[in-house]
T-cell receptor, first 112, second 114 residues
Framework: QKEVEQNSGPLSVPEGAIASLNCTYSDRGSQSFFWYRQYSGKSPELIMSIYSNGDKEDGRFTAQLNKASQYVSLLIRDSQPSDSATYLCAVNRNNQGGKLIFGQGTELSVKP | DADVTQTPRNRITKTGKRIMLECSQTKGHDRMYWYRQDPGLGLQLIYYSFDVKDINKGEISDGYSVSRQAQAKFSLSLESAIPNQTALYFC?????????????FGPGTRLTVL
């Protein structure tokens, strides 16, 4: 089992819809969780971080964390074609601060 | 100018050659990282450095070595390149709380080993 798992996709949603991206992790001691967006051929950029159970909203993006279920998700409301990218989930484990473990990424395609 | 730069941006080399990928940053961060990315595999950590005198192996360090020449410079070497090292390589930097830091990535180096 991979430490951080994501559905590789592609996930296709129509413009204006909600895109839901999911991530599970295996280390129950994980403390911090991040979502990075990566456009094709470009470097990853951080779009959301979450540290506590519950929801965290930033504009059209909402990160959701459930530590009991070892599950973190990213919702993108009113999806736009410019949101089409690969979304990487990353986890920072409690005993290895400063190191991130990345999932394989989910490719999102938003159709006009 | 970009905060994290990588050189070269593209490199084609032959099996058995030694090559060096360089990373420089103007962000003043202490922590620096080297990752490789293969299609469908996300980012895998090769080496990381929390300061100039602290260098550590990551998940996939075999076949690679690094040098932290200064706070701002972190180089990755492939002593004898092999075709399965063909990948996209990213350098990243971070600072602050190790559990909550944001990593900032360079533009990447696309390496092809023939």
């Amino acid at each position: 089992q991979k430490e951080v798992e994501q559905n590789s996709g592609p996930l296709s949603v129509p413009e204006g819809a909600i895109a839901s991206l999911n991530c599970t992790y295996s280390d129950r001691g994980s403390q911090s969780f991040f979502w990075y967006r990566q456009y094709s051929g470009k470097s990853p950029e951080l779009i959301m971080s979450i540290y506590s159970n519950g929801d965290k909203e930033d504009g059209r993006f909402t990160a959701q964390l459930n530590k009991a279920s070892q599950y973190v998700s990213l919702l993108i409301r009113d999806s736009q074609p410019s949101d089409s990218a690969t979304y990487l989930c990353a986890v920072n484990r409690n005993n290895q601060g400063g190191k991130l473990i990345f999932g394989q990424g989910t490719e999102l395609s938003v159709k006009p | 100018d970009a905060d994290v730069t990588q050189t070269p941006r593209n490199r084609i080399t032959k099996t058995g050659k030694r090559i060096m990928l360089e990373c420089s940053q103007t962000k003043g961060h202490d922590r620096m990282y080297w990752y490789r990315q293969d299609p469908g595999l996300g980012l895998q950590l090769i080496y990381y450095s929390f300061d100039v005198k602290d260098i550590n192996k990551g998940e996939i360090s075999d076949g690679y070595s690094v040098s932290r020449q200064a706070q701002a410079k972190f180089s990755l070497s492939l002593e004898s390149a092999i075709p399965n090292q063909t990948a996209l390589y990213f350098c990243a930097t971070s600072e602050g709380d190790k559990l909550r830091d944001t990593q900032y990535f360079g533009p990447g180096t696309r390496l092809t080993v023939l």
